[in-house]
């Protein structure tokens, strides 16, 4: 049986480009922007929208791993958890959106390969120290992803306020 599974895959599908309810997907949001602005901090305390985006994609690449070998690697300590915008400037946009996007599909590929039984199988989780349930990484990286995405609306608002501001 794949009900389970197959409606993540519908959820992961429609919080990048799909019609959801809260209005807004991640490709209604980055479709506001240039690469002019996703490298700027709109205030302090507020990360940019390309260390959001790296991050979101650090933490797919780790779910991607522990579906393959059932253990992960990173941490929330993790240097590359929260890279600098002064290193994201040199791998620069197209390079950090486009491996945002290869996450989506290989996670979304994996996804397809299970059945609903997977969600119950165990893997060790380096970050919480402890064997888990598929279904809490599964799930969570969804949770996560809502999560920024509203970030993302927080950022890009202050970021157009302060375009106009600076026209006026």
Not at 18 to 35: A, H, P, R
Not at 101 to 122: A, N, Q, R, V, Y
């Given at each position: 049986?794949?009900s389970?599974?197959?409606?993540?895959i519908q959820?992961?599908?429609?919080?990048q480009?799909g019609k959801?309810w809260?209005?807004?997907?991640?490709t209604?949001k980055?479709n506001?922007?240039d690469?002019?602005?996703v490298?700027?901090?709109p205030?302090?305390?507020?990360?940019?929208?390309?260390?959001?985006?790296?991050?979101l994609?650090?933490?797919?690449?780790?779910?991607?791993?522990?579906i393959?070998?059932?253990r992960g690697s990173?941490t929330?300590?993790?240097?590359?958890?929260?890279?600098p915008?002064?290193?994201?400037?040199l791998?620069?946009?197209q390079h950090i959106?486009s491996?945002?996007d290869?996450?989506?599909?290989k996670l979304?590929?994996?996804?397809?390969s299970?059945d609903?039984?997977?969600?119950?199988e165990?893997?060790f989780?380096?970050?919480?120290?402890?064997?888990?349930?598929y279904s809490?990484?599964?799930n969570?990286?969804?949770?996560?992803?809502l999560?920024h995405l509203?970030?993302?609306?927080?950022?890009i608002?202050?970021?157009?306020e302060?375009?106009?501001?600076?026209k006026?």
């Amino acid at each position: 049986m794949k009900s389970l599974i197959e409606n993540i895959i519908q959820q992961y599908q429609e919080v990048q480009n799909g019609k959801l309810w809260i209005g807004s997907t991640f490709t209604s949001k980055l479709n506001q922007v240039d690469e002019s602005m996703v490298f700027t901090r709109p205030i302090t305390g507020l990360h940019s929208i390309a260390e959001i985006i790296s991050h979101l994609t650090l933490w797919r690449k780790e779910t991607i791993l522990k579906i393959q070998t059932g253990r992960g690697s990173k941490t929330d300590d993790c240097e590359e958890n929260w890279l600098p915008n002064d290193k994201l400037e040199l791998l620069g946009w197209q390079h950090i959106k486009s491996d945002y996007d290869k996450t989506l599909t290989k996670l979304i590929d994996l996804l397809k390969s299970k059945d609903d039984k997977f969600l119950s199988e165990e893997y060790f989780d380096t970050d919480f120290k402890g064997n888990y349930k598929y279904s809490f990484v599964i799930n969570g990286m969804l949770h996560h992803d809502l999560y920024h995405l509203g970030q993302l609306g927080i950022i890009i608002k202050y970021l157009k306020e302060n375009t106009v501001h600076q026209k006026r």
